[in-house]
């Protein structure tokens, strides 16, 4: 008897202490899973343990998120969310409308990001005035992978325009290579075809069609253009595309059996965990036609409200590691991005980093900064869901540029 209550005691003691361990432990959501997203998440998690706090990881694989939003909200509507997670543009300000989203402005008003944090960047950050969410990196979307031997091997060069794309690419092909590598996934359909309509409608049209739904610009002969360009694509990937993993489409790249990929600079992460370098093994370009603009794409962690003071403190800490200026360069050195905040030496950046940090200042004044609505920066989740499907299902279909531009405008349209 005495045994048994000891025991018990013993246990309940051993409950108090791995419950106010766990209590200051995060646990944090992300979709970071190739090996480029596993170096950066990482340095993350080990930022943390040096500040004494624990981890527990909640990855759920799958490129762009959208796997790990679906188990989000299952976790939140079940009134059991995460410390954190990876929540980006207008989605931090839905999240922050239901009421679960807890504030950091104490930790970010102790650490100046008002003044640290370029606009566009902090005010995605804040809901109703207040910090809510942490900034890892920008990510520059419009970027074109290349290998340059395989260029040399079938005598092409690398195109900066949509015309020249489509002749270099029958070089490649011609050649025996796969021209365009590309993993048939929604999100990266979404993210080819966010290229072409920077590209193609340059970036009054991206604006106006893409972050104000301005009917009149979506209803325009240029968005008919962009869908002739987004399906003359079609016949540059290969028929093992469909649901391929986007970093196996940046390996193609890497092991020379494509010449090329459009994807964000995460993708610079892969060619890194490989032993690449920049220049030699492989080559960043502005995706054709968009060199100078920017379409950024702003990583960040969004807390959500915890009820412990522990949980509180170890949220803090997390946000205030993540604006060091020693977190951003690491973690935006493996993530291939730049860091979100200023004041962060270029030295240790390569040249790749160096064309983003200039593109991003440089189109800000010009007005060729735009938001990413192919990685939720700048449409309501519904609208850009819409523009997502209506992107995948013409280029996995026969449709003509014109069905193709009806539908979108339909879809978009009943989505706002
Ligand atoms: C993006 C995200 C990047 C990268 C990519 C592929 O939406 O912003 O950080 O991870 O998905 O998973």
């Known amino acids: 008897m005495k045994n048994n209550k000891l025991t018990t005691l013993a246990a309940s003691a051993l409950l ?3 419950t106010s361990v766990s209590a200051a432990d995060v646990e944090v959501l992300h ?19 040096d500040a004494g706090v624990g981890w527990t990881d909640f990855a759920v694989a799958g490129g762009g998120g959208e796997n790990a939003m679906t188990v989000l909200k299952s976790r939140a509507i079940s009134g059991n969310p995460p410390t954190a997670a990876q929540i980006k543009g207008p989605s931090i300000q839905e999240w922050g409308d239901l009421g679960f989203l807890a504030d950091i402005d104490g930790v970010a008003k102790q650490n100046n990001w008002d003044e640290l944090l370029p606009a566009v960047v902090a005010d995605v950050m804040k809901h109703e005035g207040k910090y809510v969410a942490a900034p890892v990196n920008v990510h520059r979307v419009n970027w074109m992978w290349s290998n340059p031997e395989v260029f040399r091997a079938a005598g092409a060069t690398i195109p900066t325009t949509w015309d020249d794309f489509m002749v270099q ?20 359909d979404a993210t080819v075809f966010e290229a072409v309509v920077l590209g193609v409608g340059g970036a009054d049209y991206y604006n106006k069609a893409f972050v104000e739904m301005d009917m009149d610009a979506l209803n325009s002969d240029t968005t008919v253009e962009v869908f002739e360009t987004f399906g003359n694509l079609r016949q540059f990937i290969d028929a093992n595309a469909p649901g ?11 092991e020379g059996q494509a010449g090329m990929q459009i994807m964000g600079d995460w993708a610079k992460g892969e060619f890194k965990v490989a032993g690449k370098n920049v220049g030699t093994d492989f080559v960043c370009s502005a995706a054709p036609g968009t060199s100078g603009a920017h379409t950024f794409n702003v990583d960040s962690f969004a807390f959500f409200a915890q009820g412990t003071t522990a949980g509180t403190g170890a949220q803090n800490i997390m946000a205030a590691e993540i604006l060091g200026t020693d977190f951003q360069t690491v973690f935006n050195l493996n993530k291939g991005s730049i860091p ?16 983003s940090m200039d593109a ?26 819409a523009v997502v499907d209506s992107a995948t299902n013409f280029f996995n279909s026969d ?17 706002m």
């Open 340 to 355: 979100a905040r200023l004041g962060v030496s270029r030295a240790e950046f390569d040249t790749c980093a160096h064309d």
């Open 16 to 18: 108090a202490t791995t």
């Open 244 to 254: 391929r993993d986007w970093n196996v489409a940046t390996s193609m790249v890497i």
């Open 399 to 415: 449709q003509s540029a014109e069905e193709g531009a009806a539908q979108l405008v339909a879809s978009m349209a009943a989505a």
């Open 360 to 385: 991003f200042v440089a189109s800000s004044s010009s007005g060729s900064l735009v938001p990413s609505f192919a990685h939720g920066m700048a449409l309501p989740s519904a609208v850009a869901g």
């Open 169 to 188: 690419a029958k070089k490649l092909q011609d050649a025996g290579y796969v021209a365009l590598a590309h993993g048939g996934q929604p999100w990266q």
């Open 31 to 49: 979709w970071w899973t190739s090996g480029g997203e596993a170096a950066s998440v990482n340095y993350l998690k080990g930022k943390l343990s």
